[in-house]
C-alpha cells in the first residue's frame, strides 16, 4: 500500500485548510485524470515580481509535496502577506501511482515550450508576462547522496545560503559531477544552453528563467533518505528563500 504522502486527496484536503486559515482561496488550475489541481495566490502578490513555488511535477517525489505543505502550514498566519504563487502538486496522477511521468508517460519537466500539455499550458495561463523574483522548484533524485540544485539566475547567487540552510536537515551533496553537469558541494550554476533545451524540452524552472524571473532555483533532495528528513530539508529551503526576496 502507498504511503499517505502518495494519497493526492489527503493533500488536496490538508492544502484547502492551509488556505482557510490562511485568509485566502485555493483555486482550481484545472482537472487532470478526474482530478482537480489547485493553486495559491496571496493578495500580496502583484501583477510583477514575487515568489513562484511549485512541486510534484515528477510523482514519484513526494517529500517535495510534503515539504512545501509543511513550510506553508507552519507560516499559514503570514502567508497572505508574503506575494506568493504556489502550485502545491502540478501531477497528482503522478503522485498517487508513485510514477515520475503522467499517466500518458509524459514527463510534465519537459513540456513548458508550448501550451500542448493541458496541465502546463494551465500553469503559463495563470502565471501570463508575470516575471518573478524567485522561482523554487522543488525536487528529489533518486541517486542523489546528498542535497543539491540548479540555479540560474541574473543577479546575486543564493544557492550556497539555500543549500547551507538546508544542510541542517542533509547534508551538501558531495559528488562533483550529477548529471553530467559540474557541482560545487551540491551547486551547479550551469550555462544556458538553447540547442540542449531545443532537443529535451523546456523544463519549468528554464520557462522561467526564459521569462524573465530573477533567479530560477530547482532545489533537490536524495529520495532514498528518511521522508522528515527531507521534509525539514525542502522546508529550509524554501524558508531562506523567502527570507532572501522578501
Not at 511535477?57 to 513550510?71: F, M, R, V
Not at 502550485?87 to 510534465?108: A, K, M, S, V
Request: charged share 25%; proline share 4%.
Amino acid at each position: 500500500m502507498a504511503h499517505r504522502c502518495h494519497d493526492y486527496r489527503h493533500l488536496s484536503a490538508r492544502w484547502r485548510a492551509v488556505a482557510r486559515e490562511s485568509g485566502f482561496a485555493s483555486r482550481t488550475l484545472c482537472e487532470a485524470s478526474g482530478m482537480k489541481l489547485s493553486y495559491l495566490r496571496s493578495p500580496a502578490l502583484a501583477d510583477d515580481g514575487g515568489i513562484y513555488l511549485s512541486a510534484g511535477i515528477h510523482g514519484d517525489e513526494p517529500g517535495a509535496t510534503e515539504g512545501l505543505l509543511s513550510w506553508a502550514t507552519m507560516n499559514r498566519h503570514r502567508l497572505a502577506a508574503l506575494p506568493l504563487l504556489i502550485f502545491p502538486c502540478l501531477n497528482p496522477w503522478g503522485l498517487t501511482q508513485n510514477r515520475r511521468t503522467d499517466e500518458h508517460g509524459i514527463d510534465l519537466n519537459r513540456c513548458f515550450h508550448n501550451d500542448r500539455h493541458p496541465t502546463v499550458a494551465a500553469v503559463r495561463r495563470i502565471v501570463g508576462n508575470q516575471r518573478f523574483d524567485a522561482a523554487l522548484m522543488l525536487h528529489e533524485d533518486y541517486d542523489g547522496e546528498g542535497v543539491y540544485l540548479y540555479e540560474h539566475r541574473r543577479s546575486e547567487q543564493w544557492g550556497d545560503r539555500i543549500l547551507d540552510a538546508a544542510a541542517t536537515a542533509i547534508p551538501r551533496e558531495t559528488r562533483r559531477r550529477i548529471e553530467g553537469r559540474r557541482a560545487n558541494s551540491g551547486l551547479l550554476t550551469p550555462r544556458f544552453s538553447p540547442s540542449v533545451f531545443e532537443k529535451i524540452g523546456h523544463p519549468e524552472a528554464i520557462w522561467l528563467h526564459l521569462n524573465g524571473c530573477t533567479r530560477s532555483i530547482t532545489f533537490e533532495t536524495p529520495s532514498e533518505f528518511a521522508l522528515e528528513k527531507r521534509i525539514a530539508a525542502h522546508r529550509a529551503a524554501i524558508e531562506t528563500l523567502v527570507g532572501l526576496a522578501c
